[in-house]
T-cell receptor
């Protein structure tokens, strides 16, 4: 089945220690998104890629970076995690940005704990 | 900027009873509207979507939603709730922004089903 895969499902890191979360997709979609979801809150968009074009949300902290080396993979790098970065990180994809193709498909998420 | 309001944080219904979850949106043009469901510790699964056309849309798991432009609403309904429907439900509006597509979520409604 075509899907969005996130690894690892659970990640524990130390305060200030860089961490990378991984997302891959077999849907061959053009767009890949990263969301942050804190406990009992709505997912919040951090940034997205349309193909190789990177779009950062205005309020995304500089501590968060992303890489998309190819169509299938996208990485979320947190350069110096703070306690406030503990959250569920959701990766999503969509075929296109708008119109009937902009339905987003989500992965299962990575739960990040910062000690 | 677009926004979504889900006025009910928690709803409890008995199994077999009908369900309506409320969603109101704010957006200057015709929105793309979505309902997602999230089980604990999981990613988001799309229940249904509205882009244009028929204002009553059918989704998976027996859910439906009706787009009412005059009320800026997109309420989710199910005629008979099953215990497995207990989860968190998110309404979302998708719209093009200067940087590309953005999916804005409501704060969610937690559904509890009593047996």
């Amino acid at each position: 089945d075509a899907m969005v895969i996130q690894n690892p499902r659970y990640q524990v890191t130390q305060f200030g220690k860089p961490v990378t979360l991984s997302c891959s997709q077999t849907l061959n979609h053009n767009v890949m998104y990263w969301y942050q979801q804190k406990s009992s809150q709505a997912p919040k968009l951090l940034f997205h890629y349309y193909d190789k074009d990177f779009n950062n949300e205005a309020d995304t902290p500089d501590n968060f970076q992303s890489r998309r080396p190819n169509t299938s993979f996208c990485f979320l790098d947190i350069r110096s995690p703070g306690l406030g970065d503990a959250a569920m990180y959701l990766c999503a994809t969509s075929k296109e940005l708008a119109g009937s193709g902009n339905e987003q498909f989500f992965g299962p998420g990575t739960r990040l704990t910062v000690l | 900027a677009q926004s979504v309001t889900q006025p009910d944080i928690h709803i409890t219904v008995s199994e077999g009873a009908s369900l309506e979850l409320r969603c109101n949106y704010s957006y200057g043009a015709t929105p793309y509207l979505f309902w997602y469901v999230q089980s604990p510790g999981q990613g988001l699964q799309l229940l249904l979507k509205y882009f244009s056309g028929d204002t009553l849309v059918q989704g998976i798991k027996g859910f439906e939603a009706e787009f009412k432009r005059s009320q800026s609403s997109f309420n989710l309904r199910k005629p008979s709730v099953h215990w497995s429907d207990a989860a968190e439900y998110f309404c979302a509006v998708g719209a093009l922004t200067g940087g590309g597509n953005k999916l804005t979520f409501g704060t969610g409604t937690q559904l509890k089903v009593e047996l």
